[in-house]
């Protein structure tokens, strides 16, 4: 019921995402000077830009940028993130102490510096931004899967499958991994929208996937510097973000819900 | 209490050697010659010339070790050599950038708390009227719209169309007050209104929690009036995961300010930093991310702090 819409606008950016180029009358990078800054239009049916490209055209090419590098990094960070806490929780000792200082580490920069700093070794690209925010994430899921292996590593289960002579891969996989899942789950639903706006924000700033790729953030910030001449082609993506990752984080929330009551109403 | 102190401290300081540490070792990260990746790029081809003239004046003909202690001792003291590119010393350049980024943060927080917190605790007493909802999907909407579309939503309704406001600049605030107003206005306010949702988030649902406690039906029982309830126990109680919120929204500014500043040319410690990054300036750049970590350090810190002498019980963990 209050999941329909946000899971029908995910549903939607998804495909969207997928058919871009199915969905797209025209070519996002085509500039047309005659036709710059032109209203909605059965041509041009969310008008265009200051170049003159179709806006429809560049949102739906973007929504596979945002997409692709928030499932990508969300995913680095999921897998990374989990087998460091897991390892970190499981074995103890030593071992735990330095992965978790590591994260501990990784989480004292403030989020956009870390990225800023990365990106001006690595320089601006797609994977490069997939990797900045992937490695971002990990100190979230460590955390957590760290937190959670805890919590279940004295259980009956675990202490019956290594008193079994399981080896620890077969008892982390087996015993420890799915009862870890669901707050990781959580945790990755709320992560992809905060990696979508993350990386808008990385590509407002110049530093995201480079031209003329459409990233959203990136229009945005092209589109700005002409807003005296139409505000609409800063309009359209600024409602396509926010709507997404709106979306996003309400299934997320609802995730959430669904699986943790004890964390509802935590931000 | 003081050993929580103390080993919280200890944490504190270790992360920031950890964070100086990285910086330093950054250049080394990539395979080649540091002072070419300092120059370098994915397209840049320094001559000669350049690259003796950054060994040079970054010493990197001297062993790593030497440089790493120099720059910890340095570091610590607050001198951070010389930039690449103006050749002046960065410490000052920084700290006046440093003020004028604390000058959009320290408002921002400000109006996110005060706006924030009375907001929520309103909308969890209003619980199950309109104004509850009201209050969710306004909250909702600050957390889901990025600064970079509040800010330029902001630079065309007033700066644009009504015309009321200038798009974006600075003046020094001691030389023109009332001018300097105008230009702090929008940049703060698009700082705050992600937190401002958050904080509200967080109050309102913290104060909901304790509602329902023993120890309000008790105060309530024995004859006081719903203020006072709300005022003497409620909220102490209730400040707990709000405080924690404010010191990771305080942290989350850091990096909102880098885009506020770049939307309203606002020349603050981010805008030095993305100009550093555009010139390849390492110093500087090094100078940036260890200052800036060292303060979120330094928050996280304090926030914890807070939360120990608010709640007894942490003091014991």
Same mark, same amino acid.
């Given at each position: 019921?209050?999941?329909?819409?946000?899971?029908?606008?995910?549903?939607?950016?998804?495909?969207?995402?997928?058919?871009?180029?199915?969905?797209?009358?025209?070519?996002?990078?085509?500039?047309?000077?005659?036709?710059?800054?032109?209203?909605?239009?059965?041509?041009?049916?969310?008008?265009?830009?200051?170049?003159?490209?179709?806006?429809?055209?560049?949102?739906?090419?973007?929504?596979?940028?945002?997409?692709?590098?928030?499932?990508?990094?969300?995913?680095?960070?999921?897998?990374?993130?989990?087998?460091?806490?897991?390892?970190?929780?499981?074995?103890?000792?030593?071992?735990?102490?330095?992965?978790?200082?590591?994260?501990?580490?990784?989480?004292?920069?403030?989020?956009?510096?870390?990225?800023?700093?990365?990106?001006?070794?690595?320089?601006?690209?797609?994977?490069?931004?997939?990797?900045?925010?992937?490695?971002?994430?990990?100190?979230?899921?460590?955390?957590?899967?760290?937190?959670?292996?805890?919590?279940?590593?004295?259980?009956?289960?675990?202490?019956?499958?290594?008193?079994?002579?399981?080896?620890?891969?077969?008892?982390?996989?087996?015993?420890?991994?799915?009862?870890?899942?669901?707050?990781?789950?959580?945790?990755?639903?709320?992560?992809?929208?905060?990696?979508?706006?993350?990386?808008?924000?990385?590509?407002?700033?110049?530093?995201?996937?480079?031209?003329?790729?459409?990233?959203?953030?990136?229009?945005?910030?092209?589109?700005?510097?002409?807003?005296?001449?139409?505000?609409?082609?800063?309009?359209?993506?600024?409602?396509?973000?926010?709507?997404?990752?709106?979306?996003?984080?309400?299934?997320?929330?609802?995730?959430?819900?669904?699986?943790?009551?004890?964390?509802?109403?935590?931000? | 209490?003081?050993?929580?102190?103390?080993?919280?401290?200890?944490?504190?300081?270790?992360?920031?050697?950890?964070?100086?540490?990285?910086?330093?070792?950054?250049?080394?990260?990539?395979?080649?010659?540091?002072?070419?990746?300092?120059?370098?790029?994915?397209?840049?081809?320094?001559?000669?010339?350049?690259?003796?003239?950054?060994?040079?004046? &970054?010493?990197?003909?001297?062993?790593?070790?030497?440089?790493?202690?120099?720059?910890?001792?340095?570091?610590?003291?607050?001198?951070?050599?010389?930039?690449?590119?103006?050749?002046?010393?960065?410490?000052?350049?920084?700290?006046?950038?440093?003020?004028?980024?604390?000058? &959009?943060?320290?408002?921002?927080?400000?109006?996110?708390?005060?706006?924030?917190?009375?907001?929520?605790?309103?909308?969890?007493?209003?619980?199950?009227?309109?104004?509850?909802?009201?209050?969710?999907?306004?909250?909702?909407?600050?957390?889901?719209?990025?600064?970079?579309?509040?800010?330029?939503?902001?630079?065309?309704?007033?700066?644009?169309?009504?015309?009321?406001?200038?798009?974006?600049?600075?003046?020094?605030?001691?030389?023109?007050?009332?001018?300097?107003?105008?230009?702090?206005?929008?940049?703060?306010?698009?700082?705050?209104?992600?937190?401002?949702?958050?904080?509200?988030?967080?109050?309102?649902?913290?104060?909901?929690?304790?509602?329902?406690?023993?120890?309000?039906?008790?105060?309530? #029982?024995?004859?006081?009036?719903?203020? #006072?309830?709300?005022?003497?126990?409620?909220?102490?109680?209730?400040?707990?995961?709000?405080?924690?919120?404010?010191?990771?929204?305080?942290?989350?500014?850091?990096?909102?300010?880098?885009?506020?500043?770049?939307?309203?040319?606002?020349?603050?410690?981010?805008?030095?930093?993305?100009?550093?990054?555009?010139?390849?300036?390492?110093?500087?750049?090094?100078?940036?991310?260890?200052?800036?970590?060292?303060?979120?350090?330094?928050?996280?810190?304090?926030?914890?702090?807070?939360?120990?002498?608010?709640?007894?019980?942490?003091?014991?963990?």
């Amino acid at each position: 019921m209050r999941l329909a819409a946000p899971a029908a606008i995910v549903a939607v950016v998804a495909a969207v995402a997928a058919l871009a180029p199915a969905v797209s009358r025209y070519d996002p990078d085509a500039i047309d000077p005659a036709i710059r800054a032109a209203a909605p239009s059965r041509a041009h049916l969310l008008g265009t830009d200051e170049y003159g490209r179709d806006i429809t055209s560049r949102l739906a090419y973007g929504a596979r940028i945002s997409l692709a590098v928030s499932l990508a990094s969300v995913a680095i960070a999921l897998s990374v993130g989990s087998m460091v806490g897991m390892t970190a929780g499981y074995f103890g000792g030593p071992l735990e102490l330095i992965l978790m200082r590591i994260v501990d580490g990784l989480l004292s920069f403030p989020p956009i510096l870390l990225a800023l700093f990365v990106i001006t070794f690595l320089g601006p690209s797609l994977v490069n931004v997939i990797l900045v925010i992937g490695l971002l994430y990990v100190p979230r899921f460590a955390r957590i899967a760290h937190g959670a292996t805890l919590s279940v590593r004295e259980t009956e289960y675990v202490q019956a499958s290594t008193a079994l002579g399981a080896t620890h891969g077969r008892t982390l996989r087996r015993a420890i991994l799915p009862n870890i899942a669901a707050p990781l789950f959580v945790q990755t639903s709320l992560g992809l929208g905060q990696a979508i706006l993350l990386e808008a924000g990385l590509s407002f700033l110049g530093l995201g996937a480079p031209p003329p790729a459409s990233s959203w953030g990136r229009m945005i910030e092209q589109s700005s510097r002409f807003m005296s001449l139409s505000p609409w082609p800063v309009i359209w993506p600024s409602i396509v973000v926010s709507a997404t990752v709106l979306a996003f984080n309400l299934v997320g929330d609802a995730a959430r819900d669904a699986l943790d009551p004890r964390l509802r109403g935590r931000a | 209490m003081k050993a929580y102190l103390i080993r919280r401290l200890a944490t504190a300081l270790v992360l920031l050697w950890v964070v100086a540490s990285v910086v330093f070792f950054s250049i080394y990260v990539l395979p080649g010659d540091p002072a070419h990746v300092i120059l370098g790029g994915m397209d840049a081809n320094p001559t000669p010339e350049q690259l003796r003239a950054v060994r040079e004046k &970054l010493g990197l003909d001297r062993p790593a070790v030497t440089r790493y202690v120099e720059w910890l001792t340095h570091a610590i003291r607050g001198d951070f050599a010389r930039s690449l590119i103006t050749d002046r010393p960065v410490a000052a350049d920084l700290l006046v950038r440093l003020g004028r980024t604390l000058q &959009l943060i320290v408002p921002a927080i400000t109006i996110a708390v005060a706006v924030g917190v009375p907001t929520g605790v309103f909308a969890a007493r209003r619980r199950g009227t309109v104004y509850d909802p009201l209050a969710s999907a306004v909250t909702l909407l600050g957390f889901s719209v990025p600064v970079f579309v509040v800010g330029p939503m902001l630079v065309y309704v007033f700066a644009l169309w009504l015309r009321v406001l200038p798009s974006g600049g600075y003046v020094h605030p001691m030389e023109q007050p009332t001018a300097y107003l105008t230009y702090l206005v929008m940049p703060a306010l698009a700082l705050a209104a992600g937190p401002m949702a958050t904080t509200m988030r967080m109050a309102r649902s913290a104060v909901l929690e304790q509602l329902p406690l023993d120890y309000v039906r008790t105060a309530r #029982s024995k004859g006081l009036a719903d203020p #006072s309830v709300l005022g003497r126990h409620v909220l102490r109680n209730a400040l707990l995961p709000v405080l924690t919120i404010v010191g990771l929204q305080v942290g989350a500014m850091f990096a909102g300010s880098v885009i506020v500043e770049a939307i309203f040319n606002w020349p603050g410690m981010n805008a030095f930093l993305l100009q550093a990054i555009g010139v390849r300036d390492y110093p500087v750049i090094q100078a940036i991310v260890f200052t800036a970590s060292g303060l979120f350090i330094t928050i996280n810190f304090m926030t914890d702090v807070g939360y120990a002498v608010l709640d007894p019980r942490i003091r014991y963990a």
